[in-house]
Structures are given as C-alpha cells and as structure tokens.
C-alpha cells in the first residue's frame, strides 16, 4: 500500500504546477495510508519536474521520519496536525494558486453565487485567520474553520484542500482555482448574487448523490 501511495502522491505533486495551482517548488501533496495511518508527503524545496516517488518521506502521526533521505515539506505539521484531528481525511493539498490566493490576501471567503460552488463545495469557501508557517497553528486554523467543506483559504497565505483521497483533494484544489477566478471576474463587473441556502442544499445533495456513474 505505502509503495502505490508514494506513486499517486508523486504525481498529484507533479500535477501541481501543470495545472497552475503553484509556482518553482511551493505547494505540496501528501496522503494517508489507511492501514498503517502513515502519511507520505513531498520533501522539501525539490523541484516538482525531477520529483521521483522514492523522493516521498513516509511520517508517522508523531512527525518523526520513518522512511526516506530528503526533509519532507515545511508544511508536514499543518497536514498531520489535519490528519490527527479529522479521521476521514485521506489527503492534504496545499496551493498558491493565484485567483484563490487573492481572496485570501484580502481575507475574504468566496461567496457561493455560481452552481458550481454549490454543487462541489455545498456554500462559501471559507477563510482563516492568520496563522504562521511552520507549526500547527495553520492546521489548527484548518480544523475549526473549514467545517464540511473541503476547502479553505488561508488568509495572507493561500489555500488548502482536503479529501477521502489523493484525488478528491486534487479535484477540490482545481475546483477552488476555477471558481475564483470566475467570482474574481464577476465582481469586476458588479457585485456577484449569492444563491439561496435552499438551492445551495438542493443542489450540493443532488450532485452528490447523481453525479457520475453508478458503482458496480
């Protein structure tokens, strides 16, 4: 299990930047393996284009290194501080990308006024308050503030997402960088109109119970 989730968490990193969401080595992914609760993450400063998946460090919940030769991400305590405190997390995703990260840099949410917030995010996106790199204050800030969504924006710093999995993080990272660019976009022309609390519920219900194909 831990060798097939060092192979999806390399290249949902890799896919970071192909996707606009980070910039040279910011950002970063990590996931948790469900049998042994490890969680792999990105090391720290290395480029995501020769990123490899023997490059991954493999943390235990205490944030001692089990496994790997690079330091992992500076953010390793926000993710397990996440990780320790919401069992249904599966994985943690941090972006800088530039819509996003503008509503955070004015400490605003983003309204939900488009069916695409409602249905992916189920209401606003939330902000956080300020809270400094390098400890657990950012994964404390994510823990009481971002609710059922799995999304928010960090104020003065950028946005994380998370999910069951590896790729229900990612989609949430790309759904969060579209929307704001198209509620940026919007109140470049007037004041965007938020959708009603009954249609948010209508419609983030319907989407998750009918989106996408039967299982089985």
């Given at each position: 299990?831990?060798?097939?989730?060092?192979?999806?968490?390399?290249?949902?990193n890799k896919l970071l930047p192909k996707h606009?969401?980070?910039?040279?080595?910011?950002?970063?992914?990590?996931?948790?393996?469900?049998?042994?609760?490890?969680?792999?993450?990105?090391?720290?400063?290395?480029?995501?284009?020769?990123?490899?998946?023997?490059?991954?460090?493999?943390?235990?919940?205490?944030?001692?290194?089990?496994?790997?030769?690079?330091?992992?991400?500076?953010?390793?305590?926000?993710?397990?501080?996440?990780?320790?405190?919401?069992?249904?997390?599966?994985?943690?995703?941090?972006?800088?990308?530039?819509?996003?990260?503008?509503?955070?840099?004015?400490?605003?949410?983003?309204?939900?006024?488009?069916?695409?917030?409602?249905?992916?995010?189920?209401?606003?996106?939330?902000?956080?308050?300020?809270?400094?790199?390098?400890?657990?204050?950012?994964?404390?800030?994510?823990?009481?503030?971002?609710?059922?969504?799995?999304?928010?924006?960090?104020?003065?710093?950028?946005?994380?997402?998370?999910?069951?999995?590896?790729?229900?993080?990612?989609?949430?990272?790309?759904?969060?960088?579209?929307?704001?660019?198209?509620?940026?976009?919007?109140?470049?022309?007037?004041?965007?109109?938020?959708?009603?609390?009954?249609?948010?519920?209508?419609?983030?219900?319907?989407?998750?119970?009918?989106?996408?194909?039967?299982?089985?």
């Amino acid at each position: 299990m831990l060798d097939e989730l060092r192979e999806i968490v390399c290249r949902y990193n890799k896919l970071l930047p192909k996707h606009g969401l980070v910039t040279m080595t910011s950002g970063n992914v990590s996931g948790r393996d469900s049998e042994s609760g490890l969680v792999v993450v990105k090391p720290s400063g290395v480029d995501f284009e020769v990123l490899a998946p023997g490059d991954m460090c493999v943390i235990g919940l205490d944030g001692k290194l089990v496994e790997g030769k690079l330091k992992p991400s500076v953010d390793t305590a926000t993710h397990l501080y996440v990780y320790r405190n919401m069992p249904g997390v599966g994985s943690v995703i941090h972006t800088h990308s530039n819509f996003a990260t503008a509503f955070a840099a004015l400490g605003r949410p983003i309204p939900c006024c488009l069916t695409a917030i409602a249905d992916e995010f189920g209401g606003p996106i939330p902000v956080s308050d300020y809270a400094p790199v390098g400890g657990d204050e950012i994964g404390r800030e994510i823990v009481e503030k971002i609710g059922d969504r799995p999304a928010i924006l960090m104020k003065n710093h950028g946005v994380f997402t998370v999910g069951r999995t590896v790729q229900d993080a990612f989609k949430a990272a790309v759904m969060v960088e579209d929307v704001a660019k198209t509620v940026y976009l919007a109140t470049c022309m007037g004041e965007p109109l938020e959708l009603p609390a009954e249609e948010i519920a209508r419609a983030h219900k319907r989407y998750i119970e009918k989106y996408g194909q039967e299982n089985g």
